[in-house]
């Protein structure tokens, strides 16, 4: 496993180790060993999530005020672009983002450290979404920030306008959102 900075040195693209000949392929798409020699972390992931969406649906950006998640999130059927937000009042990079593109096809996962929102919008006619989480979702603790807020500019590659739900279409900007220390 091969880990990338970003732009945000907390947030790590990774390259699992892929194995092919003309029957297929075969990667780890976690070993908590690999991860912790390629990242220098060893988080205790608790929960695992599987999502599928059509293409232009945006889920995100979501964060947990308590009981925040680390994510190790992946692709495996169709694309996507990735984007987190870092909402820890005391990192220098308070406000900034990043965004990648994650596919089945690119096979990269990003780690997205506690204290980030974070959120996707799916850029393929379909995209399979897989995510380990170091904390329980506690649905009483999740925050949605406004995925089009001016102040952060995210740049989301949309084919015209997205499909959303209701709590991410009315999120809370960043100006007055919960954040971390």
């Known amino acids: 496993m091969k880990a990338?900075?970003?732009?945000?040195?907390?947030?790590?693209?990774?390259?699992?180790?892929?194995?092919?000949?003309?029957?297929?392929?075969?990667?780890?798409?976690?070993?908590?060993?690999?991860?912790?020699?390629?990242?220098?972390?060893?988080p205790d992931f608790v929960q695992d999530n599987h999502s599928k969406s059509a293409r232009n649906v945006l889920r995100g950006l979501h964060y947990q005020v308590r009981n925040a998640q680390g994510k190790l999130v992946r692709v495996t059927a169709g694309e996507v672009f990735d984007a987190v937000v870092d909402l820890r009042r005391s990192s220098p990079t308070f406000g900034r983002w990043v965004g990648?593109?994650?596919?089945?096809?690119?096979?990269?996962?990003?780690?997205?450290?506690?204290g980030f929102a974070h959120g996707f919008v799916v850029t393929s006619e379909s995209a399979e979404f897989l995510y380990?989480?170091?904390?329980?979702?506690?649905?009483?603790?999740?925050?949605?920030?406004?995925?089009?807020?001016?102040?952060l500019g995210i740049a989301w590659p949309l084919q015209g306008a997205p499909l959303l739900?209701?709590?991410?279409?009315?999120?809370?900007?960043?100006a007055s959102a919960e954040t971390f220390p």
């Open 4 to 42: 990338i900075p970003t732009e945000i040195p907390d947030v790590l693209l990774l390259e699992p180790k892929v194995f092919g000949d003309d029957r297929g392929f075969f990667f780890e798409s976690y070993n908590r060993r690999a991860f912790r020699e390629a990242t220098g972390l060893d």
């Open 100 to 114: 990648v593109t994650l596919s089945a096809a690119n096979r990269r996962m990003l780690w997205v450290p506690e």
């Open 132 to 151: 380990k989480t170091t904390d329980y979702y506690a649905p009483e603790h999740e925050r949605s920030l406004l995925w089009n807020d001016p102040a």
């Open 165 to 174: 739900k209701p709590n991410d279409a009315g999120g809370t900007p960043l």
